[in-house]
């Protein structure tokens, strides 16, 4: 069952084009809208996706909760062995079965 998306309204995202091709979004959130929307951590989840026409006020961006949720079921795994479990490169220069 999809849920609906939580928009925050209270927000200002205004995307800054450079002459050299950069960017950046300016973005404005009104604390109290977020503080609504915190998980039981504090922490709240945005997604801020493009506007496909720039508002009348200037906005190229908005902003809507992310409803991802992370799944703590499976332990997580381990992905290199720790460093006193790792096996010693030879060092090529002070090996001596070089070839030459």
Known sequence: MAQDRVYINQ???REKVFDNGG???N???KVSELQEHADENGWVNLVIAKRRE???K???HYAYKSEYQRQNSQPQQEMAPAPSQQQATPNPIEDDDLPF
């Open 11 to 13: 927000c200002s995202l």
């Open 23 to 25: 960017s950046l979004i």
């Open 27 to 29: 973005a404005a959130f």
């Open 54 to 56: 720039v508002s009348e």
């Open 58 to 60: 200037g906005a190229t």
